[in-house]
């Protein structure tokens, strides 16, 4: 019956015939509040201004998606087992001093996420025997970032004051231009905004396939663990949005008895609200799996991802998926810093490096000639000095190689990495 839909719902995609309700489901997920009653007007708002802004975009979801199907149902081509950890910033952009989200409670948020995807919760005692067999940890890990785009040491957290009172999903707090913060680089790192959301929005995530500008997820700044979002302050907001990142669906699939395109979670109605007891019963399943993340739950009655959800994430970072490139990110590694053996005023960082290489010198930047050698001496012509302190090493083989910098006076030799 789901391998069925899941056919309709690749052809609906291949041939641009989604329905209003289709667009909701692949391509941006807003979550309110159970209680908001209008949860399908602004994410339908949103979704038309994408659609019309980028009509590529259902196209590269439906290229995300062909690729996931292939690779769940081909598990050697999967990366089961090898734990991808993944380096998050997290933009905090605050008007008050509330909204100013302390370091513990960020550092919480990045605790609650690490056990909710492995599966360490303690609440996951709470799963139902019925579904005992599905429950999964995933193979998706989380740290906050220690390298920036630039290569220099960061804390993973940038925050900014902002103007705005209070955001909605139209992504300006994406823009630092439109008084929110720019993304970093989304094949290495997963963007994380906390703000003051309004109309009674939790979060809401972009899938993979969507623009590089606006990926990541976006909360609520009260729904971090301990956060004055009353039942919603656990930090599950973020477990759902980050499960929508990774090509997750809501648990219903948003639709009425729906497909969420997984296996081993079954049919249900509708989004649950609350705190359901199980089971409760619908489309003819065992009950309905509230319990699991991709529902509309209380944060404290939300505590499970499934071993086909997880298959979904693991697609994302096989060869050929949309988030692979996160898989050598180097985000999550603290740059070293080299002082020179010649004069104390000289450094490299990071080092290893991947892309550029930063020179720390003691006179001006463009007084210096820049030279990369292979350790048997030949000069590496691929390797390029900007003359503002910065060498472009993105093209060099992997490996180690000795640089000379000299000004006319001195000449310093340098060993690096290239990784
Ligand atoms: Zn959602």
Redesign the pocket.
Known sequence: MKKNLYAIALACLGLGTLTAQGQDQHML???RAPAAPTRECATMEVLEAQMAADPTLARRMADVERHTAEVVANPTARRTNAIVTIPVVVHVVYNTTAQNVPQSQIDAQIRVLNEDFAKTNSDASLIPAAFAGVAAGTNVRFVLAKRDPNGAATTGVVRRSTKTRSFSSNDFVKYTSKGGSDAWPRDKYLNLWLCNLGQGLL???QFPGGAAATDGVVCLYSSVPGGTASNYNKGRTAT??V??WLNLR?IWGDATCGNDLVADTPTQQTSNGGCPTFPHVTCGNQGDMSMNY?D?TYDACMYMFTGGQSARMDALFSAGGARVGLTTSLGGTAPRMVAATTTSDVALYPNPADNVLNLTLPQSQNSWVVKVYDLRGHEMSQARYNGQGQVSVGQLPKGLYQMTLSNGEQTIRQRFEKQ
Request: charged share 15%.
């Open positions: 997920s807003i979550d979060g809401y995530a759902h949005e499960g929508h809501h991709m509309y």
